[in-house]
């Protein structure tokens, strides 16, 4: 029949309107005689562009129809489809989704009839209802027919949207359960002998056992048979072995109607090459002595599904308790990471970016993400003991395991990537994991997601998105350090009775476990989102506060910043989730009281131990800016002291935690091996901050007194410590100021101005408050105390000609500019210079004069009852036995030697070395004794949270400094005997080098 050109104009519009990607071939088949009563029908044009191929619809109905056994049977498939609409929809979609299924219409014409019925309970049909459904098939030809037709509504329901991705794929494992049950009785009856003698279970795992099946899929099942009461256990198992392999067979064999799927039984003990049924005994002895680590893990998703359902139980209940002891193993979690690791790699490279399960941010990585939360923390939490993914997922982020962000993401991209895989799969009914290239395969399939603007950009812009959530959740989730923390733990150490509790806290080493007890009690009670978090954070944080000398203060600690922080949602997630945050954390709480305290009056710096560069020292010039924006914020000198405070506070803080850290190391990283280069990072740290903070308050000062301009150019010059950059957490800014006049500004006006900074300047940084002091120390400047607090250039200049002693070039060693006018800094050094490194070095006078003040000092300044073996300043080999030594070879020969003029100790001691000033084994002992001694008087701050120069008396603290340094408990003699042996190398290379 001819169609007029104006209607094929109208209607080809009309297609492309609706979706037809070839509108002429659909105008073909429409004018089709087995369409002839239905193609002037707007619903069913309509029904056809709602579809996700409307072509391939359009076909698929004129097979059908054109497959109708007689008229009648045609005429009521016709009038069915215009006047039922959830027939036009259910029929129409699957028609445009699945030319499998159109084909199984095409052989099977009178199976449209299946999808008639639209009632409540057709909606999400159970293993009863798919049994009813199979009850017809008699044997393996008729099964496969039966099951493709109970494929067909469940196709429908799943692409009309009457059911989601997770009914649907339970539906599939329901479907299955009644397929192996059909198979199974079709092999009983070809065998009643054999059915006699055994009882056979057949035990689900995988996707099926998970009620979480594809389309297409291998159904994967282990075997378990036992003998009927008085038969022969090994004619039982032989038996058994007949039945569940005919059973297979059933299943897998391609017929004239195809196949349905593949059993696999390959996840039984030994795989392929172990028996295909074993007895329930059989399978224990196996697990309790060979099984590895993945068996146990696919034993998650175990689940009986057909023959004897008391032995398939008695099955699941006997190795239900190994699966969730498994994280007990040794290297359990590694184990684990290394098995995902090795599929991705097994992937051809060519398909590893379209791998929609296995590849990098594929399913696989939802999976087994979850399975391994499960695996580590379903051991003491029964609500996580789900075979199902989504259903795992779900009682993980409610037991606070999972961040709630995190597992909704993770949710939304499961279920994509699963809708996408089915999409996939229902197609040709063939097992696939790719995404394809061809761009009609993507257009249907983001169709028939949904996307029907733009579907293939639509569609690779969400599977990208959603693969990388998933690949950045996957790697947040999967290799979170605290797993293996957690998992290392014995079950009774996660959940512990309270007597049970109190004597593991003594076995740990805690001093009071009945104040630790109400700590845990306090942080872990109730049933709020906050104590699930702490009941997964606290068994391991408590092992690591017991690694450090004293446990108590360390849990004591972490009470008091979960106090502070329990209302601030991102605290307990960064602890649970970021990288090594949580066992961080705990070696900073328990390894003293300096990062405590500031971490109590800035708790929200925990944030900087969930990220490696969060404890990295900041350069000098961001340090000074952020103080410098701060002050410029505040309203007054005070606030603008405050504000800077707080920016040191913080910025102390990590420093300390960065230090606390690297010497103690972590399960992950081990301890810093150079001490050196650690001493260099912390006195670099604290000085660069007290410049920046000095910085901020002449800002201020400056600002309040005189507003943009100072009547005088005025500088801070950093010595002894501060400018060898050198400076420990308790140290003293020394400092010199000097000021120059601004011209037409008369000397006293500017004299009165340059004072009158210092004074608010010190009184300033003296007022009250709760963090490390930060004293200005000016008494190296000409004439000491009662000499001027500030001096111009001149000044300075006529001092140093006149009346300068060889102890003041001395101490000008260690002078550099750090704060205020840049350029009258540099002259200043400029000026110093030939003061420090004199020309032709020093006559023997001034040598003696050194050596004079050097033993002058030892004999007057050394604390009364200090032991001079252990000061760690003055005693015997120590900070300034090192000091002098090296300082007197830069006097000596700075002016020749151009790597001496430097004002850090350890750089001068090298650079004597490379000019052969000094032999580089005593070199070596010198820089050994000198980190050292500096190593100590930081771990007294950091324990102490005062400055001392000696050990600690007390028992824990002196303990808490071997720690610090690296002993392990109990050996603080041993400690105490290194350190007098290390002094006691440096002291005989300073008799042999300064005083001869």
Same mark, same amino acid.
């Given at each position: 029949?001819?169609?007029?050109?104006?209607?094929?104009?109208?209607?080809?519009?009309?297609?492309?309107?609706?979706?037809?990607?070839?509108?002429?071939?659909?105008?073909?088949?429409?004018?089709?005689?087995?369409?002839?009563?239905?193609?002037?029908?707007?619903?069913?044009?309509?029904?056809?562009?709602?579809?996700?191929?409307?072509?391939?619809?359009?076909?698929?109905?004129?097979?059908?129809?054109?497959?109708?056994?007689?008229?009648?049977?045609?005429?009521?498939?016709? +009038?069915?489809?215009?006047?039922?609409?959830?027939?036009?929809?259910?029929?129409?979609?699957?028609?445009?989704?699945?030319?499998?299924?159109?084909?199984?219409?095409?052989?099977?014409?009178?199976?449209?009839?299946?999808?008639?019925?639209?009632?409540?309970?057709?909606?999400?049909?159970? *293993?009863?209802?798919?049994?009813?459904?199979?009850?017809?098939?008699?044997?393996?030809?008729?099964?496969?027919?039966?099951?493709?037709?109970?494929?067909?509504?469940?196709?429908?329901?799943?692409?009309?949207?009457?059911?989601?991705?997770?009914?649907?794929?339970?539906?599939?494992?329901?479907?299955?359960?009644?397929?192996?049950?059909?198979?199974?009785?079709?092999?009983?009856?070809?065998?009643?002998?054999?059915?006699?003698?055994?009882?056979?279970?057949?035990?689900?795992?995988?996707?099926?056992?998970?009620?979480?099946?594809?389309?297409?899929?291998?159904?994967?099942?282990?075997?378990?048979?036992?003998?009927?009461?008085?038969?022969?256990?090994?004619?039982?198992?032989?038996?058994?072995?007949?039945?569940?392999?005919?059973?297979?067979?059933?299943?897998?064999?391609?017929?004239?109607?195809?196949?349905?799927?593949?059993?696999?039984?390959?996840?039984?003990?030994?795989?392929?090459?172990?028996?295909?049924?074993?007895?329930?005994?059989?399978?224990?002895?196996?697990?309790?002595?060979?099984?590895?680590?993945?068996?146990?893990?696919?034993?998650?998703?175990?689940?009986?599904?057909?023959?004897?359902?008391?032995?398939?139980?008695?099955?699941?209940?006997?190795?239900?308790?190994?699966?969730?002891?498994?994280?007990?193993?040794?290297?359990?979690?590694?184990?684990?990471?290394?098995?995902?690791?090795?599929?991705?790699?097994?992937?051809?490279?060519?398909?590893?970016?379209?791998?929609?399960?296995?590849?990098?941010?594929?399913?696989?990585?939802?999976?087994?993400?979850?399975?391994?939360?499960?695996?580590?923390?379903?051991?003491?939490?029964?609500?996580?003991?789900?075979?199902?993914?989504?259903?795992?997922?779900?009682?993980?982020?409610?037991?606070?395991?999972?961040?709630?962000?995190?597992?909704?993401?993770?949710?939304?991209?499961?279920?994509?990537?699963?809708?996408?895989?089915?999409?996939?799969?229902?197609?040709?009914?063939?097992?696939?994991?790719?995404?394809?290239?061809?761009?009609?395969?993507?257009?249907?399939?983001?169709?028939?997601?949904?996307?029907?603007?733009?579907?293939?950009?639509?569609?690779?812009?969400?599977?990208?998105?959603?693969?990388?959530?998933?690949?950045?959740?996957?790697?947040?989730?999967?290799?979170?350090?605290?797993l293996d923390a957690v998992a290392q733990l014995a079950p009774g150490e996660i959940r512990l009775s309270t007597e049970a509790a109190r004597e593991r806290?003594?076995?740990?080493?805690?001093?009071?476990?009945?104040?630790?007890?109400?700590?845990?009690?306090?942080?872990?009670?109730?049933?709020?989102?906050?104590?699930?978090?702490?009941?997964?954070?606290?068994?391991?944080?408590?092992?690591?506060?017991?690694?450090?000398?004293?446990?108590?203060?360390?849990?004591?600690?972490?009470?008091?910043?979960?106090?502070?922080?329990?209302?601030?949602?991102?605290?307990?997630?960064?602890?649970?989730?970021?990288?090594?945050?949580?066992?961080?954390?705990?070696?900073?709480?328990?390894?003293?009281?300096?990062?405590?305290?500031?971490?109590?009056?800035?708790?929200?710096?925990?944030?900087?131990?969930?990220?490696?560069?969060?404890?990295?020292?900041?350069?000098?010039?961001?340090?000074?800016?952020?103080?410098?924006?701060?002050?410029?914020?505040?309203?007054?000198?005070?606030?603008?002291?405050?504000?800077?405070?707080?920016?040191?506070?913080?910025?102390?803080?990590?420093?300390?935690?960065?230090?606390?850290?690297?010497?103690?190391?972590?399960?992950?990283?081990?301890?810093?091996?150079?001490?050196?280069?650690?001493?260099?990072?912390?006195?670099?740290?604290?000085?660069?901050?007290?410049?920046?903070?000095?910085?901020?308050?002449?800002?201020?000062?400056?600002?309040?007194?005189?507003?943009?301009?100072?009547?005088?150019?005025?500088?801070?010059?950093?010595?002894?410590?501060?400018?060898?950059?050198?400076?420990?957490?308790?140290?003293?800014?020394?400092?010199?100021?000097?000021?120059?006049?601004?011209?037409? *500004?008369?000397?006293?006006?500017?004299?009165?101005?340059?004072?009158?900074?210092?004074?608010?300047?010190?009184?300033?940084?003296?007022?009250?408050?709760?963090?490390?002091?930060?004293?200005?120390?000016?008494?190296?400047?000409?004439?000491?105390?009662?000499?001027?607090?500030?001096?111009?250039?001149?000044?300075?200049?006529?001092?140093?000609?006149?009346?300068?002693?060889?102890?003041?070039?001395?101490?000008?060693?260690?002078?550099?500019?750090?704060?205020?006018?840049?350029?009258?800094?540099?002259?200043?050094?400029?000026?110093?210079?030939?003061?420090?490194?004199?020309?032709?070095?020093?006559?023997?006078?001034?040598?003696?004069?050194?050596?004079?003040?050097?033993?002058?000092?030892?004999?007057?300044?050394?604390?009364?009852?200090?032991?001079?073996?252990?000061?760690?300043?003055?005693?015997?080999?120590?900070?300034? +036995?090192?000091?002098?030594?090296?300082?007197?070879?830069?006097?000596?020969?700075?002016?020749?030697?151009?790597?001496?003029?430097?004002?850090?100790?350890?750089?001068?001691?090298?650079?004597?070395?490379?000019?052969?000033?000094?032999?580089?084994?005593?070199?070596?002992?010198?820089?050994?004794?000198?980190?050292?001694?500096?190593?100590?008087?930081?771990?007294?701050?950091?324990?102490?949270?005062?400055?001392?120069?000696?050990?600690?008396?007390?028992?824990?603290?002196?303990?808490?400094?071997?720690?610090?340094?690296?002993?392990?408990?109990?050996?603080?003699?041993?400690?105490?005997?290194?350190?007098?042996?290390?002094?006691?190398?440096?002291?005989?290379? *300073?008799?042999?080098?300064?005083?001869?």
């Amino acid at each position: 029949m001819s169609v007029p050109q104006g209607r094929r104009s109208s209607t080809f519009t009309r297609l492309l309107r609706h979706g037809f990607t070839d509108p002429s071939g659909a105008e073909r088949l429409l004018d089709a005689e087995a369409l002839s009563a239905v193609r002037s029908d707007p619903l069913l044009l309509d029904a056809l562009g709602a579809t996700a191929d409307p072509d391939l619809a359009l076909l698929g109905l004129v097979r059908l129809v054109e497959a109708q056994p007689d008229p009648t049977a045609r005429r009521e498939l016709l +009038d069915t489809l215009i006047t039922a609409k959830p027939l036009r929809d259910r029929l129409l979609g699957v028609l445009g989704a699945s030319e499998a299924l159109a084909d199984h219409l095409a052989r099977h014409s009178g199976d449209w009839r299946a999808l008639v019925t639209y009632e409540p309970s057709d909606l999400h049909p159970g *293993v009863e209802e798919f049994e009813r459904g199979l009850a017809d098939a008699t044997d393996p030809v008729s099964l496969r027919v039966s099951y493709r037709r109970c494929l067909l509504s469940l196709a429908a329901r799943d692409v009309c949207g009457t059911t989601d991705i997770v009914e649907t794929a339970a539906e599939l494992a329901d479907l299955a359960t009644a397929t192996l049950r059909a198979a199974l009785a079709m092999a009983r009856a070809a065998a009643p002998a054999d059915a006699a003698l055994c009882r056979l279970a057949v035990i689900a795992m995988g996707k099926c056992g998970g009620h979480e099946l594809n389309y297409v899929s291998d159904v994967d099942v282990i075997f378990v048979g036992e003998a009927v009461e008085g038969a022969d256990e090994g004619k039982a198992v032989q038996a058994a072995t007949r039945l569940a392999s005919h059973m297979m067979r059933i299943c897998s064999e391609t017929t004239v109607e195809g196949t349905i799927w593949p059993v696999d039984a390959n996840l039984r003990p030994e795989g392929r090459n172990g028996p295909l049924v074993r007895t329930l005994s059989s399978h224990l002895a196996y697990y309790q002595r060979w099984a590895k680590t993945w068996e146990f893990q696919a034993l998650l998703k175990a689940r009986p599904v057909a023959g004897d359902p008391e032995l398939g139980q008695a099955y699941v209940d006997a190795v239900s308790p190994m699966v969730w002891q498994v994280a007990e193993r040794e290297n359990f979690v590694p184990d684990v990471q290394k098995m995902r690791k090795r599929v991705v790699d097994n992937i051809p490279v060519g398909e590893v970016e379209r791998e929609l399960k296995l590849g990098p941010g594929g399913l696989r990585d939802v999976e087994f993400a979850v399975q391994l939360l499960q695996l580590v923390h379903g051991r003491s939490d029964a609500s996580l003991r789900s075979g199902t993914t989504l259903v795992a997922l779900a009682a993980l982020a409610d037991g606070g395991y999972v961040g709630r962000v995190d597992a909704v993401q993770l949710d939304d991209a499961y279920r994509f990537l699963r809708t996408l895989e089915h999409r996939i799969q229902l197609y040709k009914l063939r097992r696939t994991h790719l995404i394809p290239e061809d761009e009609a395969d993507l257009r249907r399939i983001g169709r028939s997601m949904g996307m029907r603007t733009e579907p293939i950009t639509d569609l690779n812009r969400a599977w990208k998105r959603h693969t990388s959530v998933v690949r950045r959740l996957h790697e947040k989730l999967f290799y979170r350090p605290l797993l293996d923390a957690v998992a290392q733990l014995a079950p009774g150490e996660i959940r512990l009775s309270t007597e049970a509790a109190r004597e593991r806290l003594v076995a740990l080493g805690y001093a009071d476990p009945g104040a630790a007890l109400r700590h845990l009690e306090a942080l872990s009670s109730g049933v709020s989102r906050k104590a699930a978090i702490q009941r997964t954070l606290l068994p391991v944080l408590l092992g690591w506060f017991a690694d450090s000398a004293d446990p108590d203060a360390g849990l004591l600690n972490f009470r008091k910043v979960s106090d502070a922080l329990g209302k601030t949602p991102w605290y307990l997630r960064l602890l649970r989730d970021e990288g090594a945050a949580a066992e961080n954390l705990a070696r900073v709480l328990s390894a003293g009281r300096l990062a405590p305290d500031l971490l109590m009056r800035a708790p929200e710096a925990v944030a900087l131990l969930g990220d490696a560069q969060g404890l990295q020292p900041r350069p000098h010039a961001q340090l000074e800016q952020e103080v410098l924006a701060a002050v410029g914020r505040a309203d007054g000198g005070e606030q603008a002291v405050v504000a800077a405070r707080g920016v040191r506070r913080r910025e102390l803080f990590r420093t300390c935690a960065a230090d606390i850290i690297a010497s103690y190391g972590t399960e992950d990283t081990p301890a810093v091996a150079d001490q050196g280069a650690l001493v260099d990072q912390v006195g670099g740290a604290v000085s660069d901050l007290t410049a920046a903070t000095l910085a901020g308050t002449l800002r201020a000062v400056v600002r309040d007194g005189w507003g943009d301009t100072l009547p005088t150019r005025f500088a801070v010059i950093a010595m002894g410590r501060f400018g060898g950059h050198e400076l420990g957490y308790g140290s003293d800014a020394d400092v010199l100021f000097v000021h120059e006049p601004r011209e037409g *500004v008369p000397d006293q006006e500017a004299a009165e101005a340059a004072n009158k900074v210092v004074a608010e300047m010190r009184r300033l940084l003296a007022l009250p408050s709760a963090d490390p002091p930060l004293l200005i120390d000016a008494d190296l400047r000409p004439e000491g105390k009662s000499g001027p607090l500030v001096r111009t250039l001149k000044s300075y200049e006529a001092y140093y000609r006149r009346w300068s002693l060889v102890w003041e070039s001395q101490a000008l060693l260690r002078a550099q500019y750090v704060a205020g006018d840049e350029d009258l800094g540099g002259a200043f050094i400029e000026l110093i210079d030939p003061l420090r490194y004199p020309a032709e070095g020093l006559g023997d006078d001034a040598v003696r004069e050194i050596r004079r003040l050097k033993a002058r000092m030892e004999s007057e300044r050394l604390p009364r009852g200090a032991d001079p073996t252990l000061h760690t300043k003055l005693g015997r080999g120590g900070l300034s +036995d090192v000091e002098w030594t090296v300082q007197l070879l830069q006097l000596q020969h700075g002016w020749a030697e151009p790597g001496l003029r430097t004002t850090r100790t350890r750089e001068a001691l090298a650079a004597a070395c490379a000019a052969g000033l000094i032999p580089a084994e005593d070199a070596a002992i010198l820089d050994e004794a000198w980190v050292l001694a500096t190593r100590v008087r930081n771990a007294v701050m950091l324990v102490r949270g005062r400055a001392g120069d000696t050990f600690p008396s007390d028992g824990r603290e002196l303990g808490a400094v071997g720690r610090y340094l690296g002993y392990d408990p109990g050996h603080v003699g041993d400690m105490l005997d290194d350190y007098r042996r290390t002094t006691r190398r440096a002291r005989a290379v *300073v008799e042999d080098r300064f005083y001869q």
